[in-house]
């Protein structure tokens, strides 16, 4: 085993004695919180009314969670949720070897496992039609070109989470560089995708953030979205290439190259390319 290489084993989360917090948990938690803080500046910035943040949360929060859990349903996993439908909605799996709750065998709990941000990233532009066009009486991407930011920089820390979780692997680099995950009984180093994921993001967060406050961009509705999905998707689309198939069959479904996110990634950078570029109207 090499020096060069990083080997990585975290515990599980920070533990309390009588509850652990899991890292992707916190990760997650940081991410809304951070989040809504500076997003607070930004709407005493566009003199909007600071209570309007309350409802902006919880249709964030709704509609990521449901779209990340349709996401893996749907574009990842549906081989085999199709004969698991109460699966889809219930925290639960079956197995023959456990007891849910301690009286219905068949059955254990295991938590939501199975998340895919592309579903996120639809059911979040969705929401945010019926939001603004309700609470803001502003156009939908005005609301959309400030979110992006805050999504941005929730990348970085989900998937830092990833990262301590060891999951989401990039491909072994057949080399004495990289991380060797030993929590995943591993020998061999792999491309930490992860970390390149949650570092480019980080930039794309501090590029919006400075275009936001110190340019003319956020007049220029449309623009900062269109920048976020242009730039986020096309840092997915190459970094695929370094990362291991989420789900097994999954791996090449276009010209025997092209995996699932990158296919889903696609038609999300030519809607980014087509915001930051098309003529707007003095009405927006």
């Not at 940081?30 to 930004?42: D, Q």
């Not at 979040?124 to 603004?132: D, R, W």
């Not at 999905?229 to 791996?251: C, N, P, T």
């Not at 995996?259 to 030519?270: E, W």
């Amino acid at each position: 085993m090499s020096f060069l290489a990083i080997e990585w084993d975290p515990s599980l989360g920070i533990d309390l004695g009588f509850f652990i917090v899991r890292w992707y948990s916190l990760m997650f938690v940081l991410a809304f919180l951070l989040g809504l803080y500076l997003m607070k500046k930004i709407y005493i910035e566009d003199k909007i009314p600071e209570e309007k943040l309350d409802t902006l949360f919880m249709y964030t929060f709704a509609s990521m969670l449901i779209g990340m859990r349709f996401g893996d349903v749907f574009f990842y996993s549906w081989d085999y949720y199709q004969n698991h439908i109460i699966e889809i909605f219930l925290p639960i799996k079956e197995s023959e070897k456990d007891t849910l709750f301690g009286f219905i065998d068949g059955w254990k709990f295991t938590g939501y496992t199975g998340f895919a941000s592309h579903g996120a990233a639809i059911s979040i532009i969705l929401a945010m039609y019926f939001y603004a066009k309700k609470h803001l009486q502003k156009p939908w991407l005005f609301i959309l070109d400030r979110l992006a930011i805050m999504v941005a920089l929730a990348g970085f820390f989900i998937r830092t989470g990833n990262f301590m979780n060891s999951e989401i692997v990039g491909k072994p680099t057949k080399s004495d560089f990289g991380v060797i995950f030993i929590n995943n009984g591993e020998d061999f180093a792999r491309y930490p995708t992860q970390l390149f994921e949650a570092f480019s993001y980080l930039i794309l967060f501090f590029i919006m953030w400075f275009l936001y406050w110190k340019t003319n961009k956020k007049h220029q509705t449309g623009f900062l979205f269109g920048l976020f999905m242009a730039v986020l998707w096309s840092l997915r689309f190459f970094i695929e290439f370094l990362k291991e198939a989420q789900v097994d069959g999954r791996e090449d479904w276009v010209f025997n190259s092209l995996n699932t996110g990158q296919v889903l990634s696609i038609p999300l950078v030519l809607i980014g390319i087509w915001l930051m570029f098309r003529k707007t109207s003095k009405s927006e």
